[in-house]
């Protein structure tokens, strides 16, 4: 008889990113309302992208693996 395999989720590890450099932003499509949630770099402008956000419940896991309370958004 085969063993009944117990599978558990990992718990999400806490992700970071350099604070110094970067913050976090949700760009925003005005046409079509897609979000893309990243870090934009302060100095430079440039935005690297982090994941596609379809619904609240993935921002929020975002926002939790980054330890971030606020994101701004931008268009």
């Known amino acids: 008889m085969f063993g009944r395999r117990q599978?558990?989720?990992r718990?999400?590890?806490e992700?970071?990113?350099d604070r110094e450099n970067w913050k976090p932003i949700l760009k925003c499509s005005i046409c079509n309302g897609e979000q893309v949630?990243?870090?934009?770099?302060i100095h430079t402008g440039e935005f690297r992208e982090e994941c596609f956000i379809q619904h609240a419940s993935e921002l929020d896991?975002?926002?939790?693996?980054y330890g971030i309370t606020e994101i701004?958004?931008?268009?």
């Open 11 to 13: 718990p999400a590890k």
């Open 15 to 17: 992700a970071d990113y």
């Open 7 to 9: 599978l558990r989720r």
């Open 37 to 41: 949630a990243g870090f934009k770099n």
């Open 61 to 65: 896991a975002f926002k939790k693996k």
């Open 72 to 75: 701004p958004k931008e268009y």
